[in-house]
């Protein structure tokens, strides 16, 4: 299986309230050597067999990202069994 990762990003000129709100926060926290904080989404697309980048381009396009506001990327990444939460 092949798995495609979509990264869905504001566009930079685009305001974004989440990521600041995330940066406001970060002193309190005592993080004070943060400059910004952009927040986005990651949607992983399982393909049968071999990755198609252009379907995968094409679903981004017209369905995951808008293009007006957002830019994407893709990336194949090889398909991992779901990873366990690492935090202690």
Not at 33 to 55: C, H, K, M, Y
Not at 57 to 75: Q, Y
């Amino acid at each position: 299986m092949a798995r495609v990762v979509v990264d869905v990003m504001l566009k930079p000129e685009i305001l974004d309230p989440q990521g600041q709100a995330v940066a406001n926060a970060l002193p309190r926290l005592g993080v004070d050597d943060v400059a910004s904080v952009r927040i986005g989404r990651r949607i992983e697309i399982d393909f049968v067999g071999e990755p198609d980048l252009d379907r995968a381009r094409e679903i981004a396009d017209k369905l995951l990202a808008n293009p007006v506001i957002e830019d994407f990327s893709i990336r194949v990444v090889d398909a991992e069994p779901d990873a366990v939460d690492s935090r202690s």
